[in-house]
């Protein structure tokens, strides 16, 4: 796997793992986008995600409905949808996303539940007195 820093991806955005992109999406320069294993990220039509972005689908399934815009510096990562229209905050963080079409997230905003969809609490065994 090769790794980039920012700087090299100056004019240029990092795709990787199944990511469809359909045509007339706007991907800005610095942005990395990608799925993990056994995950897909799809992007849609009219979504415009803003420079230095990170996408990572995580879990299952991630999509960005169309038209659907990403401010700059968003991170967004594991499953989940982001609705039509959704207009999405610079600098906020969106985990498991479950996104409204035409919400607004304001800026620097944290969004979402960590973990897999099925995590729960660790379950730690009682201890039991020796008899």
Do not use: H
Request: net charge negative; proline share 8%; aromatic share 4%.
């Amino acid at each position: 796997m090769a790794f980039f820093t920012l700087g090299e991806l100056q004019n240029q955005y990092l795709v990787f793992g199944a990511v469809d992109i359909a045509p007339g999406a706007a991907i800005a320069p610095r942005s990395i986008v990608g799925a993990d294993a056994a995950s897909q990220l799809r992007i849609e039509t009219g979504v415009c995600l803003g420079s230095e972005v990170v996408v990572q689908a995580r879990w299952g399934t991630l999509t960005i409905e169309a038209g659907a815009n990403i401010g700059c510096g968003a991170l967004i990562i594991g499953q989940g949808i982001i609705g039509a229209g959704a207009c999405i905050g610079a600098g906020s963080t969106l985990i498991n996303p479950q996104i409204q079409p035409q919400q607004v997230i304001a800026p620097k905003s944290l969004v979402g539940a960590s973990g897999p969809p099925e995590a729960g609490p660790l379950q730690t065994p009682q201890a039991t007195e020796p008899q």
